[in-house]
């Protein structure tokens, strides 16, 4: 079959409505594979340093730049592997250099030259800080690189190197060190486990101070949110304990990329199972995340939502959580956002919202979602609407008749129903559930003739009655479903009132049970 | 098998008879190879044959033989159970994979189709784990330079991945699409380019193009199934090259590519039939990336419309081309591409109005296909016409534009009217277009049973009806100008809530008249607008149009329509019956003179169409109107249904006889409703029937259940006695009947509705033998397959026996099958459930049973069943006051698809033969709260003191505030 067992699972429970709302709770991880583009909104993984900062500038020694693009790659080898630390400052800063510029640099030439050992070596080198701070540089650039990049550095037993210089007096130094470590941490699960088992947090956290720089603080949380971040596996949960309190902190900050970043630090924590997330909301920094999440900055309000959204895949108690801290009256303006990727995130916040109990989908009504969902559903970027019409399928999975008569009011039908002209069958099929949904409620309330006009005018009917021909079974057969159970009455249904001054038609108790 | 010289020749021999036209040789030809399939290399001595065979259609008759045997033995299903062994082994697997790709490259045209269909049939299976060198086999051959083997590839890798386009998101399927993008994009990529290049340096040598083209085809349609799921990374950073080269290819044009067939679509309209649909799938799903192509491509796909003839070859290209504008110009951020007034009324005026004009293909199809021609112009089946599509782009343009837009058509509208008025019989089709412009602009939202619910406002439709629509419905000649006959007919049905009642009087009598027209199509809608009419409601829920307005047309409304079914092409025209139904219905009394003519007519029908039902919806109608005849005509004079009955038992004996089952469950349920007409004992003609009623054969069709428990309702209600004294030896065979009911989930409400007719209706002492064993039979259902519907039905039985026999008489039977058994009842059924019950009747049946239980059953009073008093007290007052429990165990929610595995859907109700609702409590109770509270009156002045001390010490505090306002309502105390 093409899908998944989580798949068939979850439409088990879709139709035995509202049995087990956490199970309609969507996790980030739908698919691990991608076909488009890396995000351009995710944070970076591994960063090059390119410019010369004036820190740096102000320890190096003078720079000739004739002289040094004079050295070619072999006086480099040569310079490296000899005893003269003269000259092997000199091409140790020459390789930096190369690793340095903007465009191509020749990473894998380096690599191919056989001298990171001897550039690890020179970490160690406490005499010669000039030395040990290229070195750190050059191989901060070399780890920047590919998967197999950042492993030339690792297997030539950089990390103990590059722990231990953390705690080097020159700041730096230790500077150059945590950037190193964050492209290390940030290249795999593996490597950052790898980072933990050797103790990197402790001298890590030891550099957060009221005095530290900011520059250098922004480097530390970038450093730590590396260490956050990754699946399969999630890093130690202990480990994270350690880091938290830090990043809550950190989060508190005035400067916008270290709140940036210690969020980032904090959606990668709440990217998982439920203890994790329990982590996270016992800080009480969910108040703080909401505010964050409000902020205008892109940069800001990027990871704050997202750490807010997968708060809300946890249980009912968590998600509680959340919306006590304010996110129903966020999310209406991040709804209706300019930008798609934000649309879609909090619309996804949103479906999770409302996969919960009824009160608190009656909490998100209060709240004013209804009418930027139904606007998101009507007029946003297609991500957005598959996500708005997740929300729309568990709101009438969980709500009480009461409360879908409420979403139904609000106008959800008609771009519900446009976007049956999607091109995405799993869209599709959830549409068509929803709509199941809505019958339901209405043979409660005894409305399914009026439902069934509302859904033929609004030219539901018609499109419902074109996906009999799709090709994916599933939805053929749920549309047909549809059809044969609320549309194909239609001359029974005409045929009722009109005439019944004599009772002529009052036969309704036994008309129901025929539909075997 | 092995491979030897001998096989082949020897499988050559059985192939050649698998072709010939005697069956005596073929089928055991066909029989042979069948059951040589599971042999080891069977699929190899096929290949060589389609390969190196001497004789062409023995080639071509190894590969259709081996796509076949490919598709039903490929797949393993799961674990292998015996009848399903794996019949291809291991190392044919292994050959077949190896082998089959360079094959069906080389193979000629015909062969090459099958054997691309068994490729895509085992790559659905084995790639790409099990076959991870295909996908580099086939890529490696674009380089070949051959279009034939190019074409071989691309078309074999469409059936492969056009899967994408419908399947789910998921793991693996995206791990797949990852791979085939790895593997496939960029050579694709580089062989898109390569063959635009390829049609430039031929562009002057035709056959070379066509294969470039059949080529630029395929690649168009990679790229959907490739883009589908998601936007691949590839893609996105190579959509310049792409975008670019649909681009031109949309507006390229040679006349080496153009076709002289008029239906047919050639290469160039398929490939920008596909463009569009690439065009559109990339504007609905990538958005963002896709912005800054889309104007242009908004403006050569209308340059491209403006352009594209009316040929009907060009309807797909022109109808995908059309719906790409209207999807977009109803976008926000796109709205200022179309805001331009220039550019709104070129679209108006080049691309929409030429699109609604009436062809000649429609003509044809007016005139010899109607019935098609109805269901797409009625119906709505027109998707993916250009009417239909030109339509859309007209609503998609209100959104924003609806005032320009509705000032540029009426303009439009009113030049093309004027074109007509010059001379009517050569530009008729003007105002067809005039009207079509005009019903597009002016409806918002449609419904088949209302018409048109909203309208554009800035079109006076009235002005429009009375000026151009009246006029030629008044015209002398009904069969002049059909369409336009057609047109004004169907502007009056759609528009029928937005016109004056008046005006819609005054339409009848036209409509009337039309039902004359020689054209089908015209007095088919002509039908279809009265029925329409007649349906629409009025103020207090009655109809609009009423009998007494209709009063002056009776007698020709009836001759029309009856005379309608006699012409060419109508016999069984369903609309014309459905009009008849309704106009019996609306007519009621006023029908009665004509009935003796009407119900001759029907008959006759109904004899006809018996020999060979074809039409169900005409059939059902007719039965309809059959039963308004018999129940109009007796309602005033019950005498009549002698004279039916007389008319109709012949036929109905021959469709019993002849077992017409598509008839059956209608002649029980007119049967029933004659039955019911009698006001005396039951006529002897029935009875002879009763006993062929029983027959089990007759109880096995689904469809005939429902309908024969209602006939034999109506006869327990009209002939119990006369059975329980002619046919007493049939009782058994009854509640057999009944008893095979009760046994199905599906039907034991079915099985209640006989029981309880029996109960009600049969003399006591002629089922007091079988009592025991009802009650028998319902507990072990109760026992072993309780459900909701179950549970509901048993409650209101059991109450309807304390009824009918008194609650001491249930206390006891229950008791005689075993020791406390009515206590456990009381207190695992009927307490906990009787909140579910449902229905105005029922509930009332079940209050009076349960108060009678509390007030009349002595061992409620003193035997241990005394706890239960008051619990049941309350559960009654429960049953008054709280809102039903339809709360539903979840085990249940499938029952119905788990249960009926025959589903038929061969029963069609009569809503004519609609029984009256039966209350057999009727007037003996008319408030069950007041009876409640006399009762309990009369029970407390027998035993004083029992009563208030049973209520004060465990009734609750609510129940018992209810109580106290029943018996104030009954102005009785209790003692």
């Known amino acids: 079959m093409p899908f998944g067992n989580e798949q068939s699972e979850r439409m088990k429970k879709f139709k035995n409505k509202g049995k087990d709302a956490t199970t309609l709770r969507r996790q980030r991880m739908e698919v691990s594979i991608e076909l488009r583009k890396a995000k351009k909104d995710e944070q970076i993984l591994k960063r090059r340093s390119i410019v010369f900062s004036f820190v740096h500038a102000s320890v190096s020694p003078a720079e000739d730049k004739n002289e040094m693009s004079q050295l070619s790659l072999e006086d480099i080898v040569e310079a490296v592997n000899g005893s003269n630390t003269e000259l092997q400052l000199q091409a140790t800063q020459a390789t930096r250099r190369m690793l340095s510029r903007q465009k191509d640099p020749p990473i894998n030439q380096i690599i191919d030259l056989g001298i990171i050992p001897r550039l690890v070596e020179f970490l160690t080198h406490a005499d010669n800080a000039p030395l040990q701070f290229e070195a750190a540089w050059a191989l901060t650039n070399i780890a920047s690189g590919t998967s197999d990049h950042t492993k030339a550095v690792v297997d030539a037993g950089a990390i103990p190197a590059f722990i231990s210089l953390l705690s080097s007096p020159h700041m730096h130094i230790s500077e150059q060190s945590v950037w190193a470590l964050g492209n290390i941490a940030g290249d795999s699960a593996l490597y950052r486990d790898a980072l933990i088992n050797c103790n990197v947090i402790p001298p890590l956290l030891a550099l957060v101070s009221p005095e530290t720089p900011v520059e250098f603080l922004r480097n530390i949380t970038w450093t730590l949110s590396n260490l956050c971040r990754n699946k399969n596996p999630y890093p130690p949960l202990d480990a994270m304990k350690k880091v938290l309190p830090v990043l809550i902190c950190l989060m508190k900050h005035e400067d916008k990329d270290i709140i940036s970043d210690s969020c980032w630090a904090v959606s990668y924590l709440t990217d998982g199972s439920n203890d994790r997330i329990q982590i996270v909301v016992d800080t009480g920094i969910l108040p703080r995340l909401v505010e964050l999440m409000g902020r205008p900055e892109l940069i800001i309000m990027t990871p704050a939502l997202r750490a807010i959204g997968n708060v809300v895949t946890g249980t009912d108690e968590q998600t509680q959580a959340a919306i006590d801290a304010g996110v129903l009256a966020v999310l209406p303006r991040l709804l209706r956002h300019a930008k798609p990727s934000i649309q879609k995130e909090a619309a996804w916040t949103l479906s999770n919202i409302a996969a919960g109990p009824s009160r608190q989908i009656q909490q998100l009504i209060t709240c004013g979602l209804l009418p930027p969902l139904v606007e998101l559903l009507d007029k946003g970027d297609l991500k957005a609407q598959k996500e708005a019409v997740w929300a729309v399928a568990n709101f009438t999975t969980g709500g009480t008749v009461e409360q879908v008569v409420e979403l139904v009011q609000s106008g959800v039908l008609k771009p519900l129903l446009n976007l049956l002209l999607a091109k995405d069958s799993k869209t599709i099929l959830v549409i068509l559930d929803t709509i199941s949904n809505l019958f339901r409620a209405a043979e409660r309330l005894g409305e399914t003739g009026r439902l069934s006009m509302l859904v033929e005018e609004l030219d539901g009917l018609e499109k419902i009655e074109a996906l009999q021909t799709h090709d994916n079974s599933m939805v053929y057969r749920a549309a047909l479903n549809i059809i044969e159970k609320y549309f194909s009455g239609e001359e029974n249904l005409d045929l009722q009132p009109g005439t019944s001054q004599d009772g002529l038609y009052d036969f309704s108790v036994e008309k129901q049970d025929f539909n075997f | ?975």
């Open chain 2, 1 to 975: 098998m092995e491979l030897s010289d001998a096989n082949l020749q020897t499988l050559t021999e059985y192939l050649k008879k698998t072709l010939d036209p005697d069956p005596a040789i073929r089928r055991p030809a066909e029989k042979f190879l069948e059951s040589v399939e599971g042999s080891q290399n069977y699929p190899l001595l096929l290949l060589t044959l389609l390969e190196k065979s001497q004789e062409s259609v023995i080639k071509v008759c190894a590969s259709v033989t081996f796509k076949n045997y490919i598709k039903r033995n490929w797949r393993i299903v799961g674990i292998l159970v015996e009848d399903e062994p794996n019949k291809i082994c291991e190392s044919d697997r292994i050959a077949i994979k190896a082998n089959i790709v360079p094959l069906m490259l080389s193979s000629p045209e015909q062969i090459q189709k099958q054997l691309s269909d068994a490729i895509s049939i085992i790559g659905r299976e084995d790639f790409p784990q099990k076959w991870p060198d295909l996908l580099t086999e086939m890529v490696n051959r674009f380089q070949s330079g051959d279009f034939h083997v190019i074409n071989g590839v691309l078309r074999t890798a469409h059936s492969l991945f056009k899967r994408y386009r419908h399947e789910f998101k998921s793991n693996e399927l995206w791990t797949e699409i990852k791979l085939v993008l790895d593997a496939f994009a960029l050579p694709l990529t580089n062989l898109f380019k390569a063959t635009i290049e390829l049609c430039s340096t031929h562009a002057n040598d035709a056959s070379a193009l066509k294969v470039l083209f059949s080529s630029l085809i395929l690649i168009a349609k990679l790229f959907y199934s490739l883009n589908f799921q998601d936007l691949p990374e590839f893609f996105e950073d190579n959509m310049e090259t792409w975008m670019t080269n649909f681009h031109s290819l949309l507006t390229l044009d040679n006349k080496l590519l153009q076709t002289d067939d008029e239906e047919e679509a050639g290469l160039l309209e398929l490939l920008k039939s596909q463009i569009c649909d690439n065009a559109a799938l990339y504007a609905q799903k990538y958005d963002e990336e896709f912005q800054p192509y889309l104007p242009r491509f908004v403006t050569a796909i209308w340059n491209l419309l403006v352009t594209t003839g009316q040929e009907v070859k060009y309807d797909l290209l022109v109808s995908n081309a059309i719906q790409f504008l209207a999807s977009v110009c109803e976008r926000q951020h796109y709205k200022h591409l179309f805001e331009d007034q220039n550019t709104l009324t070129s679209i108006c005026e080049k691309v929409i109005v030429p699109n609604m004009e009436f062809r000649a293909a429609d003509e044809v199809a007016f005139e010899d296909n109607s019935e098609e021609y109805i269901r797409r112009d009625l119906e709505g089946s027109d998707i993916d016409t250009r009417r239909r599509a030109a339509c859309d782009l007209v609503r998609g343009l209100c959104k924003f534009f609806e005032g320009p837009v509705t000032g540029i058509f009426s303009g439009y509208v009113n030049s093309m009217l004027q074109e007509y008025a010059k001379n009517p019989s050569v530009n008729w089709k003007h105002k067809d277009a005039a009207i079509y412009l005009v019903t597009s602009l002016a409806s918002k939202a449609q419904t088949q049973k209302h018409g048109i619910t909203q309208a554009n406002e800035l079109v006076n439709l009235t002005e429009f009806f009375v000026n151009h629509i009246q006029p030629d419905l008044k015209s002398a000649s009904v069969n002049e100008f059909p369409v336009l006959k057609a047109d004004g007919i169907k502007y009056i049905m759609i528009f029928r809530n937005q016109v004056p009642k008046e005006q819609l009087l005054v339409s009848i009598p036209l409509l009337i008249n039309h039902l004359q027209a020689e054209s089908i199509v015209v007095h088919t809608y002509a039908a279809h607008a009265l029925e329409r009419l007649f349906t629409m409601r009025g103020t207090n829920n009655t109809t609009l149009i009423t009998a007494a307005e209709m009063a002056p047309f009776v007698e020709v409304l009836l001759t029309n329509l009856f005379k309608a079914l006699t012409l060419p092409g109508s016999s069984e025209n369903e609309y014309i019956m459905k009009a008849i139904m309704r106009s019996f219905s609306l007519l009621q009394e006023s029908i009665i003179p004509y009935i003796p003519s009407v119900i001759t007519q029907l008959t006759q029908k109904l004899l006809a169409v018996s020999k060979n039902p074809s039409k169900p919806h005409f059939n059902h109608y007719m039965f309809e109107s059959i039963c308004l005849s018999i129940r109009i005509t007796c309602k005033a004079n019950p005498d009549a249904v002698g004279s039916f009955e007389e008319a109709l038992f012949m036929v109905f004996t021959e469709i019993l006889q002849n077992d017409v089952q598509e008839f059956i469950p209608y002649v029980f349920q007119v049967m029933s409703l004659l039955l019911e007409m009698h006001k005396n004992e039951i006529p002897s003609s029935y009875m002879a029937l009763f006993p062929h009623l029983l027959q089990p054969v007759l109880w096995e069709r689904t469809g005939n259940i429902p309908p024969l428990v209602r006939l034999l309702q109506a006869y327990l209600e009209r002939g119990a006695n006369t059975i329980a004294s002619a046919a007493a030896d049939k009782i058994p065979g009854l509640l057999g009947v009944f008893q095979k009911l009760i046994a199905s989930k599906a039907n034991d409400h079915q099985g209640f509705y006989l029981l309880n007719s029996i109960i009600e209706h049969m003399p006591p002492e002629s089922v007091d033998q079988y009592r025991k064993q009802i009650f028998i039979l319902l507990f072990q259902r109760l026992q072993n397959s309780k459900t909701t519907k179950f549970i509901k039905s048993f409650l209101v039985f059991i109450n309807l026996y304390c009824i009918k026999y008194g609650a001491l008489a249930l206390q006891e039977i229950f008791d005689s099958i075993q020791p406390k058994m009515f206590g456990m009842v009381l207190e695992k059924i009927i307490i906990p459930e009787i909140q579910k019950v449902s229905g105005q009747v029922e509930k009332k049946i079940c209050a009076v049973g349960i108060t009678k239980i509390l007030t009349e059953c002595p061992p409620m009073m003193d035997t241990e069943y005394t706890k239960l008093w008051t619990p049941l007290l309350q559960a009654l007052i429960g049953l008054f006051e709280l809102p039903e429990d339809n709360t539903i165990p979840d085990e249940e929610h499938f029952i119905d698809i788990e249960d009926t595995p025959g589903y038929q859907t061969a029963f069609s109700q009569l809503a004519f033969a609609g029984k009256k609702e039966h209350d057999p409590v009727g007037q003996m109770v008319n408030n069950p709260r007041i009876h409640l509270a006399q009762s309990l009156h009369k029970l407390s002045t027998a035993c004083p003191g029992r009563v208030p001390s049973m209520l004060s010490t465990s009734l609750n505090a609510e129940a018992l505030q209810y109580l106290q306002g029943y018996l104030q309502a009954a102005s009785v105390t209790l003692l």
